[in-house]
């Protein structure tokens, strides 16, 4: 992985002035996730074990079946994956813009990518440009 690097800092300080600023952020996410030994959303299969890596775009507290449910949509640069914690109304530390690894199976449920109670672990935020 440590060859990977250098052609990802290449590639993000120069093409800085024709691509977007989404386009960019997603890269810096993309990279950082392969960085770290993440697996993309997108390359994910239904009820496979996987460590994922992203930012927290949302949080949100969604009660299910009369049980607490603390939800966040956790981006990647290649997709979104819904992250829930059942039995929580906040955990410290998360909320949108968190940088965080989220480990467990993911699922589809409703047509939506899934976790429920990921193993996580909080990350700096990066300085992405």
Request: proline share 5%.
């Amino acid at each position: 992985m440590g060859s990977d690097k250098p052609a990802g800092l290449f590639r993000r300080a120069f093409r800085g002035l024709a691509g977007d600023r989404d386009q960019q952020d997603a890269e810096v996410l993309q990279d950082y996730a392969l960085d770290c030994g993440a697996r993309s959303i997108t390359g994910c299969r239904d009820r496979e074990v996987v460590t994922l890596y992203g930012t927290l775009r949302t949080i949100t507290f969604s009660p299910r079946g009369g049980v607490p449910a603390l939800e966040g949509e956790l981006y990647d640069g290649t997709g979104t994956v819904k992250l829930v914690w059942l039995g929580r109304r906040k955990i410290a530390g998360i909320h949108p813009g968190s940088e965080l690894t989220a480990s467990g199976r993911i699922g589809v449920v409703d047509g939506d990518r899934v976790m429920f109670n990921p193993r996580y672990e909080l990350r700096p935020t990066a300085a992405h440009g």
